[in-house]
């Protein structure tokens, strides 16, 4: 049961270590630690993604900035309470690491498969220039009754297809993971620069029908 579990959450990235580790929380005497990782896309430009290692997997203790990882996992959600209210907080959870020599082309370096069940209707729009944008709100079942909440984001004829589905729909998407910044509004006078975390999908099934 938990191996189909674990496969309905497959991730790898690979690219630079941009950040030292911080602490994040410790299970059963096992810490675990917050590092960065930078990955380039096709485009050039990069998505900074949050990994969550444990100190079994790696000397949590060294600085690795500027060199290259590969990570194997799954996409992991928790949720943060502050200000009030709730933050779904995003970071690929590690399962294996290891270092590589440098970074492969942006094609290879980002990918993760999700199986899993639409969990609010979809948010179907247009952009100005007429682009078409569904957002998806996918819940991937892990063990021990848990699961993870994972924003998606859909274009063109993917969007088309997934403004139809309902919750509780199964599907499974391929896609990568991406970083974006916004700006939040705390007050008439505050505001704070966030990044925010979504798959962006390449392929998308509906596995109900």
Known sequence: MSDKIIENNQVTIMGEIVSTFT?????????????????????????????????????????????FLMVSGQFRSYNRHDEQKNRLVLSVFAR??????????????NNILLDGYICKLPIYRKTPLGREIADLLLAVNRPYGKSDY??????????RF???FEVGEHVQVLGRIQSREYVKKLSETETQKRTAYEVSVSKLECLDE
Do not use: Q
């Open 23 to 67: 602490f994040s929380h410790e299970v059963f005497g096992e810490g675990f630690y917050m590092v960065d990782v930078s990955v380039r896309r096709l485009s050039n430009s990069v998505d900074t993604i949050p990994v969550m290692i444990s100190e079994r997997l790696i000397d949590v203790e060294s600085d690795y900035r500027g060199e």
């Open 150 to 159: 994972i924003p998606c984001i859909c274009w063109g004829r993917n969007a």
């Open 96 to 109: 294996e690491v290891s270092f590589i020599e440098e970074e492969l082309d942006g094609a290879k370096t």
């Open 162 to 164: 997934a403004s139809a």
